[in-house]
């Protein structure tokens, strides 16, 4: 089968302003809404945007995490996922373990397209998509804005520094998403109700045989230094007149 | 063991990219390091002379091959990795170039990679942001690993030039994949300095309304010898390209002068211009977020103000 799998990652809502806990241990989660990282979901829109086209039969969703990222994947289902795969993990998924767990369930389920967000935003790591094709030894396309699929190739824009760069993969390949590729949809209540009889499948971590080895020792979390409360001026005139002051003009 | 640091030279061919010369500098943050500058190039003689001029720097490789003509992660991991091989720590910038590729060394390797890299506390103890900045996580690892890192550009000075680090071929003995071809790249003529690197940068937000609006902008920039930014609402409403965007997804700068016409200041922009020396808010709006981060603010219409700021600095 045309299979797209698509890696999803449960983080704080981007329109939560997050705090550093006072004993700067982490950032308190407790009680904060939680949503799918806002690139993934636009990985899944384009997966649901090729299914359509007919480019693809079955848009699997999965993500690795404790229980309660169940709620992402329902989510994700009733946006059009077909099903969903739960890599159960507690405590801290570093990029590298989750590329790990993703190779196996890219192992079993065979993809000829994997796409997943260019970072996610709770860590800003920016490492699993190119991690998860280095292991899996096949192209990947970073910060995609653009994918055109053609008979075993993809032939993808991508958003860099210098402007807009396109290049062509032999499939199966890895896509990373950034944020202009596409809108994703919004939920209707019948799809909610849907997507509680679609299939949801649980796999611990271990029992893939990937090991939740962490290596980076998280010491501790601080607050960004604040900067200095600045001054207001009246009109364009004083504003260069503190600018010239400045040395800046 | 003493320290020993790889960093894979940025470039397009024929210059070497800014950034390359802050990762320098990060570098020399680790004590003792010996700093090698690899350049992967199709022809990587005047890349490598620039290199070769960065202060701090140990040694320049360049390592030719026809298929390093453009910078693909696919082709270039498996050879950084074999450059690396007896490197304590292997570096990038934090930009498209060193985001795209680091993390499929650091797979390669088997090893974590820490990201974004704001201050170097230790050779195996870095600060880095998470949360768009909103929290600074300190980070450690394992020092018998090599570290791999991308280096955020802002947080560092360049390394000064005047150095002359001898140039040295190296020959990598690696399989290259052909699955990733370059197909073209459309860059926007631009004869303003690079919005990653300029000292001066006027922003836009969606108040100038249109990509016509965007036009006062462009004057008061050329006025300035400024780069042009824009925010990330501007960018989706089709105001400004892409490459324009400042901010968590966009570019991460640290100019002199930082002036955000226009702009609320929504926490992702305020990401990318926290490390500017003095920011310059105008908005019609004097509740705006903006104003809470602008060393001077100013409310009123940008449409008003923007031409009279460009008459008055004349």
């Known amino acids: 089968m045309k299979r797209i799998l698509v890696g999803i990652k449960r983080v704080v809502d981007y329109n939560v302003r997050v705090r550093v806990k006072p004993d700067g241990t982490g950032v308190v989660t407790d009680g904060v809404k939680m949503s799918i990282n806002p690139f993934d979901e636009i990985a899944l829109e384009e997966a649901l945007r090729i299914k359509e086209r007919g480019g693809a039969e079955e848009v699997v969703i999965a993500t690795i995490g404790p229980a309660e990222c169940q709620q992402q994947l329902r989510t994700a289902l009733a946006m059009g996922a077909d099903r969903a795969l739960h890599v159960q993990a507690d405590g801290v998924v570093e990029p590298l373990v989750a590329a790990r767990a993703l190779l196996k369930l890219i192992e079993r389920e065979q993809p000829f397209l994997v796409i997943v967000g260019k970072q996610a935003i709770d860590d800003d790591n920016s490492q699993t998509g190119p991690m998860l094709a280095a292991l899996w030894n096949r192209p990947q396309v970073t910060f995609a804005s653009k994918v055109e699929l053609s008979d075993g190739k993809a032939r993808v824009t991508r958003e860099v520094d210098a402007g807009l760069e396109t290049l062509e993969v032999d499939l199966p390949a890895l896509v990373t998403t950034d944020l202009r590729l596409n809108e994703p949809r919004y939920v209707k209540l019948p799809d909610i109700m849907k997507a509680k009889k679609k299939p949801l499948e649980t796999l611990p971590l271990n029992t893939l045989g990937v090991e939740a080895k962490q290596q980076l020792k998280l010491v501790k979390f601080e607050p960004p230094a604040q900067r200095q409360k600045g001054i207001r001026v009246k009109d364009a005139g004083e504003l260069v007149e503190a600018l010239k002051k400045k040395g800046l003009i | ?314």
């Open chain 2, 1 to 314: 063991m003493a320290a020993k640091v790889l960093i894979v030279a940025e470039h397009d061919g024929t210059k070497l990219n800014p950034s390359t010369a802050k990762s320098v500098t990060c570098a020399r943050g680790i004590q003792g390091a010996e700093i090698i500058v690899a350049v992967f190039a199709a022809k990587p003689d005047a890349v490598a002379a620039q290199a070769a001029q960065l202060a701090g720097v140990t040694r320049v490789l360049t390592i030719e091959n026809a298929a390093n003509e453009h910078a693909l992660a696919a082709v270039l991991a498996p050879q950084v990795v074999a450059v690396a091989k007896d490197c304590t720590h292997v570096l990038a910038a934090s930009t498209t170039f060193g985001k795209d590729l680091m993390p499929r060394v650091a797979a390669l390797l088997g090893t974590a990679q820490i990201s974004d890299i704001m201050a170097v506390e230790s050779a195996n103890r870095f600060r880095r942001p998470i949360y768009a900045g909103n929290a600074i996580v300190t980070v450690e690892t394992d020092p018998a690993a090599t570290i791999v890192g991308t280096v955020r550009s802002a947080s560092f000075e360049a390394a000064a030039s005047g150095g002359s680090a001898p140039i040295e071929k190296a020959s990598v003995n690696v399989e290259l994949p052909t699955h990733t071809r370059f197909v073209s790249v459309s860059a926007a003529k631009n004869d303003r300095p690079d919005l990653q690197t300029a000292s001066r940068v006027v922003s836009g937000g969606r108040a100038l309304g249109s990509a016509d609006g965007f036009k006062i902008l462009y004057s008061l920039a050329d006025k300035l010898g400024a780069a042009v930014g824009a925010s990330r609402a501007a960018v989706d409403a089709g105001y400004a390209p892409n490459e324009l965007q400042v901010g968590q997804t966009g570019k991460i700068i640290a100019p002199e002068l930082y002036m955000a016409v226009g702009i609320s200041g929504a926490i992702q922009h305020l990401t990318g211009i926290k490390d500017a020396r003095t920011i310059v808010a105008i908005n019609k709006d004097g509740e705006a977020p903006i104003f809470e981060v602008a060393d001077i603010g100013l409310v009123g219409d940008l449409f008003q103000i923007v031409p009279e700021l460009e008459r008055l600095i004349g």
